[in-house]
């Protein structure tokens, strides 16, 4: 008897099969899994290898969506922007935003109109609130050009937004969920009630089959796709895709806060401080028709992007001065907005009411994630017995979050005592990426050394491999070096080459110790 025949005869082995492995997917498994379903989530590549790693990292309500009256996206945002920043303060930690003002955009009163609701459309607001500024007076301000002499001063968040990901689905995998990346789903066949689905390792080409109750389909830029081939179902919504670009320079200015400038196309760009050393421009606002996972920012962008900056700022930049730049495509749900710029970043929920049901997701932004999930497990409900109702996930905090964010230096202090040698500097990015979880990495199972092993390059050691590679994971030098941190930036050729080679001879130690525990089982 074939595998496919034994799975129709017998009970789905899974609630839910999960197909995404982005904020969405991520989400929704982890809410899923906490609820007592049993879960499996598959994603093609690594977690957050597209959209989700490719954003302008900001946990943020969308001032700008003001402009276009998406009053209750901006609500749910800025609710959410207070709950992340609890549950994740490791990952998530508040930004202070400059806003010029500039005389030829957008009047000054329309302007303190937005900010003014921005503050008070989320009721438990705990981030200060908006101050009006003389730019010449203030530091911040002394960085931008002289023209500018008004501005303002407002609040949101900030996230290492690849982490997000990464720590949704290791929750989820805490609580029971199988988290399968680099799988594929190659088919799948609806039955009166489950579906039969086929998977493939995109490294060995290896197949299997699983069973589940129904499927999720958070695939992204590619949502559309798998419903249409790999589902053979029919959606009344599209998807519209949008390609946002950034770009990397040294860093700009001295100054801890963001800044947001407004551009004659009444577009934003966002200048941030990133990675200590560095500076973060962007996004564009691009449609995009070919293959979302082969893009690439543009010369057009990359001009547009310095000319952003360069407007506002004393210093100016050049496509020289350019040290990385990265590009995703953004899954928007298709409002038929005939500008790019325009169209919601809100979310919406298809559901076919069958007794196998699919539930597919357009749209959404990181910030909206967690509220997406429940609202997922809203719809799925009626289809799946077991599934309790209750949300969870608004004060559980994710993994290495059990702390308060006022203990932050304090868990620096006590890792920097604990670990020989190691600098401040080493000691707060591991506790601003790992959280109370450090503590797993710098002193895994059956070791009684503290300590992080011998450095690679630049700011990796060993240890920090080896946890990525058991806990999170991480199976390439890309996957540690630009999603799990942005050590890449600090990486030259010699220094991959490394990283690569021990990465190489872990994967053979841990193949090598399964087939000898293979052996004594047999």
């Known amino acids: 008897m074939t595998a496919h025949a034994d799975l129709t005869r017998t009970e789905p082995t899974y609630d839910l099969l999960i197909v995404g492995g982005g904020i969405n997917g991520a989400g929704i498994a982890r809410d899923a899994a906490g609820r007592g379903l049993k879960v499996i989530l598959v994603e093609k590549d690594d977690l957050a290898s597209h959209t989700s790693s490719a954003s302008t990292k900001l946990i943020h309500g969308g001032l700008r969506y003001l402009e276009y009256y998406e009053f209750r996206l901006v609500r749910e945002a800025l609710n959410e922007r207070e709950r992340l920043l609890k549950i994740a303060p490791h990952i998530i930690w508040p930004m202070r935003f400059i806003l010029p003002h500039s005389a030829m955009l957008r009047p000054a009163w329309l302007l303190r109109t937005g900010l003014f609701l921005y503050d008070n459309l989320c009721r438990t607001m705990t981030l200060p609130k908006t101050r009006s500024l003389r730019l010449q007076d203030e530091a911040a301000g002394r960085v931008l050009r002289r023209d500018y002499v008004r501005g303002f001063e407002y609040s949101d968040g900030w996230v290492q937004d690849s982490r997000l990901v990464v720590l949704n689905a290791q929750d989820a995998a805490r609580r029971g969920a199988k988290i399968c990346t680099r799988t594929r789903l190659s088919r799948a066949e609806r039955h009166p009630e489950h579906w039969v689905a086929t998977l493939e390792d995109t490294l060995t080409g290896e197949t299997r089959q699983v069973a589940a109750r129904a499927v999720v389909n958070a695939a992204g830029p590619w949502v559309a796709e798998l419903l249409k081939d790999s589902l053979s179902v029919e959606s009344r919504n599209n998807v519209r895709l949008v390609k946002g670009s950034h770009i990397v320079v040294q860093r700009q200015f001295d100054t801890e806060q963001a800044y947001i400038l407004q551009n004659p196309d009444k577009r934003i760009v966002f200048a941030i401080p990133y990675e200590r050393d560095f500076t973060l421009i962007g996004t ?72 196998a049901p699919v539930l597919s997701v357009f749209g959404g932004k990181i910030t909206t994630y967690r509220k997406l999930a429940e609202h997922a497990l809203e719809k799925l409900a009626p289809h799946l017995d077991g599934l309790t109702t209750a949300s969870w996930t608004a004060d559980k905090p994710l993994p290495g979050g059990d702390f308060s964010r006022s203990d932050f230096d304090k868990l620096v202090a006590s890792l920097q005592r604990r670990v020989s040698g190691l600098s401040q500097v080493t000691a707060t990015r591991l506790v601003r990426n790992y959280g109370t979880l450090v503590e797993t990495l710098i002193l895994p199972k059956g070791s009684e050394d503290a300590s992080m092993g011998a450095l690679i390059a630049a700011d990796l050691h060993e240890r920090e491999v080896d946890y990525l590679m058991t806990h999170e994971w991480a199976r390439s030098a890309d996957d540690i070096l630009w999603r799990r941190s942005k050590l890449g930036l600090r990486f030259g050729p010699d220094d991959l080459s490394k990283l690569q080679d021990y990465m190489a001879r872990r994967l053979q130690q841990n193949a090598a110790g399964q087939n000898n525990d293979d052996k004594e089982v047999a």
């Open 284 to 355: 564009t606002d691009i449609p995009w028709t070919q293959d979302p996972g082969s893009v690439a920012i543009s010369a057009e962008e990359i001009t547009y992007l310095c000319e952003s900056v360069n407007r506002y700022f004393k210093r100016t930049i050049t496509p020289e001065d350019i040290v990385w730049s990265y590009a995703g495509v953004r899954p928007l749900y298709d409002d038929h907005s005939g500008n790019a710029s325009a169209v919601t970043r809100d979310y919406r929920l298809d559901i076919d009411h069958h007794a």
